[in-house]
């Protein structure tokens, strides 16, 4: 038997239908659509604007389309883990909600908070267990409902965020096709730079931090920027490094969808050509940990077994990290 690593063996994911464009931004706050694209390169972004519908109804799409494309059901799943910053509430976990909305009975689930590097920090941790011989099936989502927690009168952030997310099943693999390094980092210091200032245990809700706005993103844009472009291309860049990887040896990079800018910066760090950046920034926007597998959602169809595939992130903490994938299997368009 070969050494056991984890292989993305399916896909599912999932935007909402509505679209805020940029245009439509210029009727709620002093901005225009140029200003927009030329700073993060969104044109439009999704909004999950439904009643009662939140985190894990998103999540549970993705789910559900993962559970049909591998025909498998709910019920053989082992673990599922939701990275997330928007959960339905502040306990349970929505993990646990996912499970029980697709009917996960056999699983067990937590969340994992790590802001815009919260798919990637989890799809590490799904590895492990994979890897542990213990557990066949692990799911592992990044989603987020960003549109909860943006001020649509502050045309710093109202610009850069939506809503969607996806999900991956991992599965054993002994032939070298998988998950293959990481390289994770987080820096608590930066939690000053960009975080939400209320509803925790530090702030819990009360009447003035309503009033003062508290519950939405807070952002210091240019901090977060420099701190995003140097580490989000240094762990990249480190990545290749350490597994004797060219430029001309990596496929495609799937970079956190935050701002085109920073995306540019690391690709260009990695000597990577625009045709190997994967991108949909411009019609999702910044959706925080659904970033990465909507990459992988919408762009399936050009992976090809035995590709090497460098993701990289950075999110609010800081966190920030890089993962390199041997791709495991050929998109039935190939």
């Given at each position: 038997?070969?050494?056991?690593?984890?292989?993305?063996?399916?896909?599912?994911?999932?935007?909402?239908?509505k679209?805020?464009?940029?245009?439509?931004?210029?009727?709620?706050?002093?901005?225009?659509?140029?200003?927009?694209?030329?700073?993060?390169?969104?044109?439009?972004?999704?909004?999950?604007?439904?009643?009662?519908?939140?985190?894990?109804?998103?999540?549970m799409?993705?789910?559900?389309?993962?559970?049909?494309?591998?025909?498998?059901?709910?019920?053989?799943?082992?673990?599922?883990?939701?990275?997330?910053?928007?959960?339905?509430?502040?306990?349970?976990?929505?993990?646990?909600?996912?499970?029980?909305?697709?009917?996960?009975?056999?699983?067990?689930?937590?969340?994992?908070?790590?802001?815009?590097?919260?798919?990637?920090?989890?799809?590490?941790?799904?590895?492990?267990?994979?890897?542990?011989?213990?557990?066949?099936?692990?799911?592992?989502?990044?989603?987020?409902?960003?549109?909860?927690?943006?001020?649509?009168?502050?045309?710093?952030?109202?610009?850069?965020?939506?809503?969607?997310?996806?999900?991956?099943?991992?599965?054993?693999?002994?032939?070298?096709?998988?998950?293959?390094?990481?390289?994770?980092?987080?820096?608590?210091?930066?939690?000053?730079?960009?975080?939400?200032?209320?509803?925790?245990?530090?702030?819990?809700?009360?009447?003035e931090?309503?009033?003062a706005?508290?519950?939405?993103?807070?952002?210091?844009?240019?901090?977060?920027?420099?701190?995003?472009?140097?580490?989000m291309?240094?762990?990249?860049?480190?990545?290749?490094?350490?597994?004797?990887?060219?430029?001309?040896?990596?496929?495609?990079?799937l970079?956190?969808?935050?701002?085109?800018?920073?995306?540019?910066?690391?690709?260009?760090?990695?000597?990577?050509?625009?045709?190997?950046?994967?991108?949909?920034?411009?019609?999702?926007?910044?959706?925080?940990?659904?970033?990465?597998?909507?990459?992988?959602?919408?762009f399936?169809?050009?992976?090809?077994?035995?590709?090497?595939?460098?993701l990289?992130?950075?999110?609010?903490?800081f966190?920030?990290?890089?993962?390199?994938?041997?791709?495991?299997?050929?998109?039935?368009?190939?």
């Amino acid at each position: 038997m070969g050494k056991i690593t984890a292989a993305i063996t399916a896909i599912g994911g999932y935007v909402p239908e509505k679209k805020l464009t940029n245009f439509d931004l210029e009727k709620m706050v002093d901005t225009s659509d140029e200003w927009i694209i030329s700073r993060t390169g969104v044109k439009e972004r999704r909004i999950l604007d439904i009643p009662g519908l939140a985190t894990s109804d998103m999540a549970m799409h993705a789910v559900n389309e993962l559970l049909q494309k591998r025909g498998i059901s709910a019920l053989d799943i082992d673990l599922l883990i939701v990275g997330t910053v928007t959960g339905d509430m502040i306990f349970p976990s929505t993990a646990n909600i996912v499970c029980d909305k697709v009917g996960a009975k056999n699983a067990w689930s937590f969340d994992v908070a790590a802001a815009c590097s919260g798919f990637l920090y989890s799809l590490e941790i799904g590895s492990k267990y994979i890897e542990s011989g213990k557990y066949k099936k692990v799911v592992v989502c990044g989603c987020d409902k960003m549109s909860a927690i943006t001020d649509y009168t502050d045309r710093n952030t109202c610009i850069i965020f939506g809503d969607g997310g996806g999900a991956v099943l991992l599965e054993p693999n002994e032939d070298g096709y998988g998950v293959i390094d990481t390289i994770l980092k987080s820096d608590g210091s930066g939690r000053e730079f960009l975080h939400q200032k209320a509803g925790g245990s530090l702030k819990p809700p009360t009447h003035e931090t309503i009033d003062a706005r508290e519950h939405y993103v807070y952002q210091e844009g240019k901090t977060v920027f420099k701190f995003a472009t140097t580490n989000m291309a240094d762990v990249s860049t480190k990545i290749m490094e350490r597994n004797g990887l060219t430029a001309d040896d990596v496929t495609y990079l799937l970079a956190h969808q935050a701002n085109k800018r920073i995306i540019d910066y690391t690709a260009e760090k990695m000597n990577l050509p625009s045709e190997k950046v994967l991108m949909n920034i411009e019609r999702y926007g910044n959706t925080t940990s659904g970033t990465l597998p909507l990459l992988f959602w919408d762009f399936e169809k050009l992976f090809k077994k035995g590709d090497n595939l460098i993701l990289a992130s950075f999110g609010g903490g800081f966190t920030w990290g890089s993962i390199y994938i041997k791709w495991a299997y050929d998109s039935p368009s190939n």
